[in-house]
């Protein structure tokens, strides 16, 4: 039997280790397919600068479900320096740390590395040209094509596990001279830039934090112009301090969410589960209103207050949220179509505040700066031109120059917009193996299995799609420890229905 997996990140791996660890008497065969030399970390964790910081405590980062302090003590023994200095960690140690964990699996006699970039996965039967349909007895195995040309196969089951889309490039500006669309890494794209010149930052997210600090911390002199966020509105989330407490109340679970199913039509009902929510912030004393008061808008002076202050209660409110991070997929896919429009009206934008966290060291950096006049922040971007000598951006009505702009305004959510940057994506969707959901924005896929499908054949049988381009289905999934459980979750699903 042989499986494909495309991709040897975090997902890719955590479905590698899966299928060998698994002790079945069918024999099987596992190519990978991985265009990078660096392999088992993927993209967010790619060998880089120390300045990009983790978001997630590092208790929560192990991949060894029997040991939750594996990756502690794996920085304690190999980085004693940082270990002690740092309460949350760069993400190439964790990229480290990965490599380390998951090289043993890729000496396995079974298992072949082949370094291409795929291109496009067809079942074998149609090497050239996909029908529109496909007939019912169509076998279920399928040809990979690299970007060489060179076709490989017969796969009884490909996951792809591709990870992220590319950056968005919302403004048009892509191939523009001074204009840096994907920043990362940043020793490689960020590290011999003019200091004289002024740059601007599109965004205020993890990755524009990421590129702040880089710039601030790793030239060894000030910029001569300070270094600015050009954002819609407001600018942050909410602060993550290393620690803080899991103990309060928390009713939700699988069991809850199948009860729920089971008692109304398989649905999971959008009021039932914001009354047991309610329920457990009230017993656990978390007001939601008061924080949302408190932190909700992501002022600079929310941020100041998080970072000076322990509040016991957003501690509660954010342990609540980590505790519902494994659920978010299972309650994404069990509420009704009204009910999911209305979470995504009314409660989600608020829910994302708070779940999408920013560390505390990097916060503390940035409010510095701030101070300091080496870094400025301006809301109202509605705009951005090119110019010949740099950028034009329309600010409150307004125009603002700058003669760098680095782009970390987010991925590109819509297919359709990503099949020029990627041409694995644009033949899967010029081949009908994938459908989109109904705002074009995310590629749909089964639940739990993942697989593709599409409107004219149905399933297409151990065809798996992984990581961010399913995110309207596995709701949740930027998470180190999600993303490394759904390749093992693939990877089971493998072992249950093809090896015998």
């Known amino acids: 039997m042989r499986i494909a997996i495309v991709g040897l990140g975090l997902t890719g791996s955590g479905a590698l280790h899966r299928l060998l660890e698994a002790n079945h008497d069918s024999p099987l065969q596992i190519d990978i397919f991985e265009s990078k030399r660096h392999l088992a970390h993927g993209f967010p964790y790619t060998p880089d600068a120390h300045e990009i910081l ?27 320096d940082i270990a002690k200095t740092h309460r949350f960690m760069p993400r190439p140690i964790y990229g480290e740390y990965l490599t380390a964990k998951i090289s043993p699996d890729l000496d396995a006699n ?25 007939p019912a007895n169509a076998p279920f195995q399928y040809q990979i094509v690299t970007d060489d040309d060179n076709k490989y196969g017969k796969y009884d089951a490909v996951i792809l596990a591709i990870g992220h889309p590319p950056y968005a490039d919302h403004y048009n500006l892509l191939g523009n001279k001074g204009y840096i669309h994907n920043p990362y890494p940043v020793l490689d794209k960020l590290t011999d830039l003019d200091q004289s010149k002024k740059v601007g930052i599109i965004g205020s997210g993890l990755s524009s934090i990421d590129v702040m600090r880089f710039l601030q911390l790793h030239y060894p002199n000030d910029w001569q112009q300070p270094i600015t966020f050009y954002i819609r509105n407001l600018p942050f989330t909410v602060v ?144 951005i031109s090119a110019t010949e000598s740099g950028f034009d951006l329309t600010v409150n009505g307004e125009t603002e120059h700058v003669d760098i702009l680095i782009n970390t305004a987010g991925f590109e959510k819509h297919p359709k917009k990503a099949l020029a940057q990627n041409p694995l994506i644009a033949n899967l969707y010029n081949d009908n193996l994938i459908t989109l959901d109904d705002g074009d924005r995310f590629i749909q896929v089964t639940w739990p299995t993942s697989q593709l499908f599409n409107q004219y054949y149905g399933v297409f049988d151990h065809l798996y799609l992984l990581g961010y381009w399913i995110f309207n289905t596995q709701f949740g999934n930027n998470n180190a420890g999600i993303s490394y459980r759904s390749g093992q979750k693939v990877a089971q699903h493998i072992l249950d229905t093809l090896v015998q």
């Open 110 to 134: 079974n298992v072949q590395v082949i370094h291409k970039q795929v291109v496009r996965v067809l079942p074998k039967q149609y090497e050239s040209n996909i029908p529109a349909s496909y």
């Open 240 to 383: 993550r301090k290393p620690n803080f407490n899991r103990e309060s109340p928390f009713s939700l679970s699988t069991e809850w969410i199948a009860n729920e199913k089971q008692h109304h039509n398989g649905y999971l009902p959008l009021d039932h589960l914001i009354k047991q929510i309610q329920d457990d912030f009230k017993a656990g004393d978390i007001d939601w209103h008061k924080m949302l008061d408190q932190y909700g808008k992501g002022t600079v002076e929310e941020i100041r207050y998080e970072v000076s202050h322990d509040d016991m209660m957003l501690e509660r409110l954010q342990g609540y949220i980590d505790r519902m991070k494994p659920l978010l997929a299972e309650i994404n896919v069990s509420l009704s179509r009204q009910d999911k429009e209305r979470l995504q009206r009314d409660y989600l934008d608020d829910f994302e505040h708070f779940r999408n966290q920013l560390a505390e060291p990097a916060m503390k950096d940035i409010l510095s700066w701030l101070d300091e006049g080496k870094a400025t922040i301006v809301s109202g971007l509605t705009d």
């Open 54 to 80: 983790m978001n997630s405590s590092p208790q929560d980062l192990s991949i060894n479900p029997e040991n939750p302090n594996e990756f502690i003590e794996w920085v304690e023994t190999h980085h004693p």
